[in-house]
């Protein structure tokens, strides 16, 4: 017992010495600092440099992914979707029927073969945000299917309803019934620092509930997936890009999941990875909550996105560009075309101008003008700023919608009921295929889904009549509800330009 004392005594002795020892170096080396006695050599490094170095260092060994890891793995979840069987169709071009489909006294319509049973599509993963069982999903997990799934970390399984869609940001938002479920705060995307450490959680190849670490690498990355126009230049009507970059490791399955800080906070739907193989290579790319949080709140409030457009075509500056150009800055979105009559149109805004500025906020490529603009709604009233001739200049414009109106943009009841989403198509598709009427899929569910009509379908008659507005739709709609309670759909696929019968039994 005696020894054991002794020894006990020793070793606090000892570490007397040692902490005694270690403050007596610490004070040296601060007196010495003081003294213009150098430790360091550093010829070019202040004293503040290096203590923040110090303390950059000290907070990362100090990272702990727990904390994190156990506040977000619970609320993603594992998202398997089913479609039907393949549709039946023809060239547009060769189609025999196509002249007089419908037709009074002409054969029978064509139809696509009853799908079978619904097939396995794909699967992926998805962020619950809300106790009350809201999802936040990519649009390419669930695009086509006819029944989505949904499992939990405690392999709970539900049945999940597609609340609305938006392609050009690839979101998705599910619902499922069920009360008290856990879910992920969202975070705020632009505190985002790069070189900060993140956290990917879903489901790649099936693993259920896999998290990965890693930093992140750019903010606003533009990549041109999500679309073009049919030059080839990024387009605000078509798409909005600003991803997140990080070097945690993502994977298939991982699209729809969670890109989440040290503190727990969702400040990113993960969507795709940069690779020639489909696995992992070394970059992931996620959508940033501060465009996801204004998707997902106009789904839930109105079944379709707000959009405001500022009505041009943008592309960044490159050394070349601004030579060409004449351009003393490299920063900003370079304004490649203005459609007469919009917003940036009215507001005075032209060809070769540089939008460097929205609101105060500094943008320095096309991508940060789109995820800037994206936070707006039609008739929201903003200042932009952007050089013209090598000098800085403000105007003021109030956004429209895709149809140049400011008016709330709503889905229809004939369209809830049917699950579907429409749009006139454009003059450019139009003119492609030539053709002069049409309504463009936005997003499909419901009845729609169940058919296998996707989004992209271009609607061109319905019961032998024309479709060129939605009132026409409509009209047809209410008209075969009062007599056969059918509806036969003739239309095109414009990326394969052949034409695609179904019959949608309203019954």
Known sequence: MTTRNSKNTLFLILLV??????????????????????????????DQDVKARFASAQRAFETDFTVAADLTVNAVVHVKTKAPRQQRSGSIFDDPFFDFFFGPGQRTPQQQQEPSEAQPLGAGSG???????????????????????????????????????????????????????????????????????????????????????????????????????????????????????????????????????????????????????????????????????????????????QRALLGVSIGDITTEIAKEKNLKTLNGALVADVGSGGSADKAGIKVDDVINEVNGVKVKSSAELQEQIGRYRPGDKITIGYVRNNKQKRTNVRLTNVEGTTDVVSTNKFQQDLGVQLKPISDTIKEALGINVGLEVVSSSGKFREQGINQGYIILKINNRNMASIKDFENVYNDALKTNKTLNIAGVYPTTGRVTYYKIDLK
């Open 17 to 46: 010495i040692a902490v005694s020892l270690a403050t007596s170096w610490a004070t040296n080396y601060v007196q010495n600092r003081n003294n213009g006695v150098e430790f360091i050599e550093s010829s070019n490094t202040s």
């Open 127 to 305: 962020v619950i945000i809300s106790r009350d069982g809201y999802i936040v999903t990519n649009n390419h997990v669930i695009e086509g299917a006819t029944e989505i799934n949904v499992t939990l970390n405690d392999k709970r399984s539900f049945k999940a309803k597609l609340v609305g869609t938006d392609p050009s940001t690839d979101i998705a938002l599910l619902k499922v019934d069920e009360k008290n479920l856990p879910f992920i705060k969202i975070g705020n995307s632009d505190d985002l620092k790069v070189g900060e450490w993140v956290l990917a959680v879903g489901n790649p190849f099936n693993l259920t509930s896999t998290v990965t670490a890693g930093i992140v690498s750019a903010k606003a990355r533009n990549l041109g997936i999500i679309g073009t126009d049919r030059y080839g230049r990024r387009t605000e009507k078509l798409s909005i890009e600003s991803f997140i970059q990080t070097d945690a490791a993502i994977n298939p399955g991982n699209s729809g999941g969670a890109l989440v800080n040290t503190k727990g906070e969702l400040v990113g739907i993960n969507t795709a990875i940069a690779s020639q193989t489909g696995s992992y290579a070394g970059y992931g790319f996620a959508v940033p909550t501060s465009i996801v949080q204004k998707v997902v709140t106009d789904l839930r409030e109105h079944g379709v996105v």
